[in-house]
Structure formats: C-alpha cells, structure tokens
C-alpha cells in the first residue's frame, strides 16, 4: 500500500536524517577522513578512490525516453532504484548531478528526486550545498577578469583581439537579460569597450573539465587548455597564456572533491558537478562515479534528458574517456510521455489512451534500439502515475519484450525502496547474466563530419546532415586548431530526436542542421549546435520562486 503522499519538500522535512559520519560508516569511511559540512553533508578525499575496486564494481547507467518539459523521473528512479537495490541486499551508493538555481527558481523548484525517493537535505541540495557552483563561477569569472586584464595593461598585453574572445562570464541564474552585453564603458580606467556576454554556470567550460578531470593536476591542465580567442595576427591564445590555470584550480580545490549525502531511507548518496544535458555532457563527475564505484559494489547513476542526449555523452563521452564500463542501463518511460509522443495535447498527459501510447511506443522503441547499439540491453522503468491503466501498462510490457526488453513497474515516488524491488531484481539479473558488453559507438579518430554523421543517423534516426557557412569555417578552425581527434558533444533540443522541437515520436525523413561549432579545448569535446541553444536560459511567465516563503524559523515552504 502506498505511504501518504505530501508535497517533495514536507515529505524530506519530515525525514529523520543520520548524522553524515554514520551514512560514511556504510561504506567504511572513518569519520576523520571527512569533511564536514554540518552535520548532514560532507566532502570526500579523492584518496578514497581505488581503481582495482572500480573494475569489480558494477556501474548502473539510468536514462530516459525524450521527454515531456516536466521531465520523466530519472533522478526519482536512480534514487528509488538506490533504495530498492540496498533492500534486496546489494551495497549500492546514487551517484548524481547537483542542481542550478536558475532551473530551482525557473520551472523545476527543485531537482533532488520526488516523493519518498530523495536525496537530503533537500534544501541545501537545491540551494547553495557546499558551494560547488559559486567556486565554478569564481574561477570562470576570474579568467574573465585576467583577459579583460590583459588586453587593458600596456606592459604585460598579449595582443587579444577583442572581437575574437568567445569566453563568457557565468553566473548560476535565469537571466536573459546578461545574454549579450557591453562592458568596459565608463572612461579608459574601466577597461576596453567590448562586447560580452553571461552563460548559466552549469553551460561553462569549467563545469565540464570539472566533470571530466581524473585528478588536480588533470584539472589543472584541463584549465591552462581553455580557448580564449586570437591575437591580432591570429595566433590562438589560451588560459595558460594567461598563467591562469593555478589560480583557477586554487579556486576549484574543495570543489574537486565529491559530495557525500543521503536518501530518505539513509543509504548514500554523491552528488557532484552538473552540466547540462542539452548543451554539455549532462552527468555527474568522472571523480564522483569513481568514488562511488571504489565504496559500493552498485552504482547508480543518470545522464539528463532523454537517450539521445544525456546517455549517447555519458557512453561516447564520460565512458570512454575515464575507463568507465556500464554493466546495465535503465530506460525510464511514463504513460503520459508516451501519450504524448502518441498526439496527446498537454491537457490531455493524463487521460488514459491505449491508442495514444501504442502510437507514442514508437519513440521508446527507438530508445531501446540505441542502447542495443551500444551492447547495452536496457530494462525499462515505467515510472508509475495515478492515471496509469492496466492495459495501457500491458501494451507497454509486451511492445519491450518484443525488442528484448524486460518493462518493470517502478513505485519509487510513492513507495520508496519498497516499490523498486522488482526493478531491482531485473536490474540484477541483467548484470548477472553477463549478457551487455558494452561498446563505443564512434572511434575518435574518425573525422569531424563522420562521428557527426553517425549519431544523426544510428542514434536520431536521420537521413543525413547539413552545414551552413559558418559551420564549415568553425569547423576549418577546430580542425586547424589540432582538435578534431576530439570526441562530439551535441547540443539539440531535448524535445525530438531530430532539431525540430515539434518532430515527436520516432520522426523518420529528416536531416540535422549543424548551424554552428563551439569547441570545449579544456573540458575535450567538439560542440556542433543544431538549431539555436541557450547557455543563459530566461524564467518563465510565472517562476517557481513566486511560491516559495520561508518563516521566522528559516523553514522553507514550496521548493517542490
């Protein structure tokens, strides 16, 4: 019977929480060998890693079918699939991203799991946790702060061409109105007039090396890596130019290290870094995967928005480039996902339709096709609703059998660990049985059009794809720059499998657009940009910070 059911925040204000020495004593971490936080949370040294423990551990990699613009519950699955795993009797540790405030205050009001499948302390997770995103933010911004530096001193000037610099500013909030800039106005001792401009913390450069670095001396020449822009007669610069690359890990040196929290039935948790999945990699820390691989013999984990995105990165990307190797992936769906890819309008999600989800099965089926691709069978999670309907359930169970995929019932939201046990047991078997072997789907050798050619046509199903101008000219420079060995990091919309938010389904006859390149020197990966990407999002009409309060006891209300 499922538990009575309140709104995410009182459900976590209502938990008893374990100080976080004895959550450390689960995975046989002395106290002294924390950093505290509080009572409730608590920095790991990266000495906890162990690489001989990482092979024998086994690493669960939890994605989803293209989503609905409220997501589908891949956070609330990794956690309740956490709790259900450690229930049945396997040392399991949820390995994930942190949140960003502009998404807590835009549309999300929260992203640490749902209902009786959290991680906590909620409040502190999807605020300012250990202080993760500002240090991020002070070390983007400090580079910033050495070019405009640099081009202002008549002494120690580089030559940067201003008009080449194509590194932003970041702060960790929606606010479109710091897209596209001027500054150094005022008179010559505010610095030279240019154009700038501000990204989301989550949308840098230094996110992503911070998730991507193996140690601190990787993230340090990951920083001296960075792009800046060009000198006058067209030489590139970098950060190390700068000599900026020790002061900005200086920054980064508590911020390298792994979060240690817990679920709501006090099993831990590591949450660390949080990229996007639209235009970066979208998952958690190489460091923090690592970490939890070397104290647990499960691990799982999530990549952001649907298959096509957050799990081709994460195995084209992460896997391959910090030796990690997935033992089992899980494909979280929801009737009402399904229902829409099968025509349902937004009013209609949940209104029960076998029709509807026998048209929309088209896109899970396409999902599940993808991760076979990568030797990964997966099982599908059907995240459970009220609206849910037993035939509707069934056409789901036996459409997954007929591509080879077990489809499980999973009740996390509303039963915690108890409503993921059979999910569990299925997760179990997969690994057991030693059937997934999982493979890259591109060498990065290959050239720059041909690893793009084949995740548009074996992952989103196109035909085919085209460059305009300004993607070829970016695309001589990256070349000419000695990156095209560089694996491909794709920034589409996470609305389609093609570029075209309005394509649901599995849309067939279409060709991606590349209408630009970026390139991440530092964090390793070449960025075509289909469509127009955001890396400052704006708020919404109503932002969920309109139902926030907090009282004269500083407890938080409407942050759910």
């Given at each position: 019977?499922?538990?009575?059911?309140?709104?995410?925040?009182?459900?976590?204000?209502?938990?008893?929480?374990?100080?976080?020495?004895?959550?450390?004593?689960?995975?046989?971490?002395?106290?002294?060998?924390?950093?505290?936080?509080?009572?409730?949370?608590?920095?790991?040294?990266?000495?906890?890693?162990?690489?001989?423990?990482?092979?024998?551990?086994?690493?669960?990699?939890?994605?989803?079918?293209?989503?609905?613009?409220?997501?589908?519950?891949?956070?609330?699955?990794?956690?309740?699939?956490?709790?259900?795993?450690?229930?049945?009797?396997k040392k399991t540790t949820v390995v994930l991203r942190e949140p960003s405030l502009g998404p807590v205050f835009g549309i999300k009001g929260g992203a640490a799991g749902g209902g009786?499948?959290?991680?906590?302390?909620?409040?502190?997770?999807?605020?300012?946790?250990?202080?993760?995103?500002?240090?991020?933010?002070?070390?983007?911004?400090?580079?910033?702060?050495?070019?405009?530096?640099?081009?202002?001193?008549?002494?120690?000037?580089?030559?940067?061409?201003?008009?080449?610099?194509?590194?932003?500013?970041?702060?960790?909030?929606?606010?479109?109105?710091?897209?596209?800039?001027?500054?150094?106005?005022?008179?010559?001792?505010?610095?030279?007039?240019?154009?700038?401009?501000?990204?989301?913390?989550?949308?840098?450069?230094?996110?992503?090396?911070?998730?991507?670095?193996?140690?601190?001396?990787?993230?340090?020449?990951?920083?001296?890596?960075?792009?800046?822009?060009?000198?006058?007669?067209?030489?590139p610069i970098y950060a190390r130019d700068l000599k900026a690359e020790n002061a900005m890990a200086i920054l980064l040196k508590d911020a390298i290290q792994p979060n240690l929290v817990?679920?709501?039935?006090?099993?831990?948790?590591?949450?660390?870094?949080?990229?996007?999945?639209?235009?970066?990699?979208?998952?958690?820390?190489?460091?923090?995967?690592?970490?939890?691989?070397?104290?647990?013999?499960?691990?799982?984990?999530?990549?952001?928005?649907?298959?096509?995105?957050?799990?081709?990165?994460?195995?084209?990307?992460?896997?391959?480039?910090?030796?990690?190797?997935?033992?089992?992936?899980?494909?979280?769906?929801?009737?009402?996902?399904?229902?829409?890819?099968?025509?349902?309008?937004?009013?209609?999600?949940?209104?029960?339709?076998?029709?509807?989800?026998?048209?929309?099965?088209?896109?899970?089926?396409?999902?599940?096709?993808?991760?076979?691709?990568?030797?990964?069978?997966?099982?599908?999670?059907?995240?459970?609703?009220?609206?849910?309907?037993?035939?509707?359930?069934?056409?789901?169970?036996?459409?997954?059998?007929?591509?080879?995929?077990?489809?499980?019932?999973?009740?996390?939201?509303?039963?915690?660990?108890?409503?993921?046990?059979?999910?569990?047991?299925?997760?179990?078997?997969?690994?057991?049985?030693?059937?997934?072997?999982?493979?890259?789907?591109?060498?990065?050798?290959?050239?720059?059009?041909?690893?793009?050619?084949?995740?548009?046509?074996?992952?989103?199903?196109?035909?085919?794809?085209?460059?305009?101008?300004?993607?070829?000219?970016?695309?001589?420079?990256?070349?000419?720059?000695?990156?095209?060995?560089?694996?491909?990091?794709?920034?589409?919309?996470?609305?389609?499998?093609?570029?075209?938010?309005?394509?649901?389904?599995?849309?067939?006859?279409?060709?991606?657009?590349?209408?630009?390149?970026?390139?991440?020197?530092?964090?390793?990966?070449?960025?075509?940009?289909?469509?127009?990407?955001?890396?400052?999002?704006?708020?919404?009409?109503?932002?969920?910070?309109?139902g926030m309060t907090i009282d004269n006891d500083g407890k938080i209300s409407g942050l759910s």
């Amino acid at each position: 019977m499922s538990k009575h059911v309140g709104s995410d925040i009182e459900i976590a204000q209502a938990a008893v929480l374990q100080h976080i020495s004895k959550i450390a004593a689960k995975l046989a971490i002395e106290e002294d060998d924390l950093e505290m936080y509080g009572k409730y949370k608590a920095k790991l040294p990266l000495s906890l890693i162990n690489p001989s423990k990482i092979e024998q551990s086994n690493l669960i990699l939890v994605t989803a079918l293209t989503p609905t613009p409220a997501g589908e519950g891949k956070t609330t699955t990794s956690i309740g699939l956490t709790e259900g795993l450690n229930k049945i009797g396997k040392k399991t540790t949820v390995v994930l991203r942190e949140p960003s405030l502009g998404p807590v205050f835009g549309i999300k009001g929260g992203a640490a799991g749902g209902g009786y499948s959290q991680v906590v302390p909620m409040e502190d997770i999807n605020l300012h946790f250990t202080g993760d995103f500002s240090a991020i933010e002070k070390a983007n911004n400090l580079l910033s702060a050495l070019i405009d530096n640099n081009i202002q001193s008549k002494t120690h000037n580089l030559g940067i061409d201003p008009r080449t610099i194509g590194w932003k500013r970041v702060m960790d909030m929606n606010d479109r109105s710091l897209r596209d800039i001027v500054i150094g106005l005022g008179g010559t001792g505010n610095g030279i007039p240019r154009e700038d401009g501000f990204n989301i913390t989550p949308a840098s450069e230094v996110m992503a090396i911070l998730c991507m670095a193996e140690n601190f001396e990787d993230l340090k020449n990951r920083l001296g890596n960075i792009y800046v822009g060009t000198t006058f007669d067209r030489k590139p610069i970098y950060a190390r130019d700068l000599k900026a690359e020790n002061a900005m890990a200086i920054l980064l040196k508590d911020a390298i290290q792994p979060n240690l929290v817990q679920t709501l039935e006090g099993n831990p948790a590591i949450i660390h870094g949080g990229p996007f999945a639209n235009i970066a990699q979208g998952t958690n820390t190489i460091l923090a995967t690592k970490m939890g691989l070397s104290l647990s013999d499960y691990v799982v984990t999530e990549a952001g928005f649907g298959a096509d995105l957050g799990a081709e990165k994460f195995l084209d990307i992460k896997c391959v480039s910090g030796g990690l190797k997935p033992k089992a992936t899980v494909l979280v769906a929801t009737i009402r996902a399904l229902r829409h890819h099968g025509g349902a309008p937004k009013e209609e999600y949940n209104t029960p339709s076998v029709t509807r989800v026998g048209d929309g099965l088209a896109n899970l089926e396409k999902h599940i096709e993808n991760m076979q691709k990568f030797g990964l069978n997966p099982v599908v999670a059907i995240n459970a609703f009220p609206s849910d309907t037993p035939e509707e359930i069934q056409l789901i169970q036996e459409r997954c059998a007929a591509k080879g995929a077990k489809a499980v019932v999973a009740r996390g939201w509303a039963d915690g660990g108890e409503g993921m046990k059979d999910l569990a047991h299925a997760v179990v078997d997969v690994i057991e049985s030693g059937s997934n072997q999982f493979k890259q789907l591109y060498d990065w050798k290959l050239p720059v059009k041909e690893k793009i050619a084949t995740i548009a046509r074996e992952i989103y199903g196109a035909d085919g794809v085209e460059y305009s101008k300004k993607a070829l000219t970016d695309l001589k420079k990256i070349e000419d720059l000695g990156l095209a060995g560089l694996p491909i990091c794709m920034a589409k919309t996470q609305k389609s499998f093609s570029d075209n938010d309005n394509l649901l389904g599995r849309p067939t006859g279409f060709t991606v657009n590349v209408r630009e390149f970026e390139f991440a020197a530092g964090a390793g990966f070449i960025i075509p940009i289909l469509g127009v990407m955001m890396r400052m999002p704006g708020l919404p009409a109503v932002p969920a910070s309109e139902g926030m309060t907090i009282d004269n006891d500083g407890k938080i209300s409407g942050l759910s």
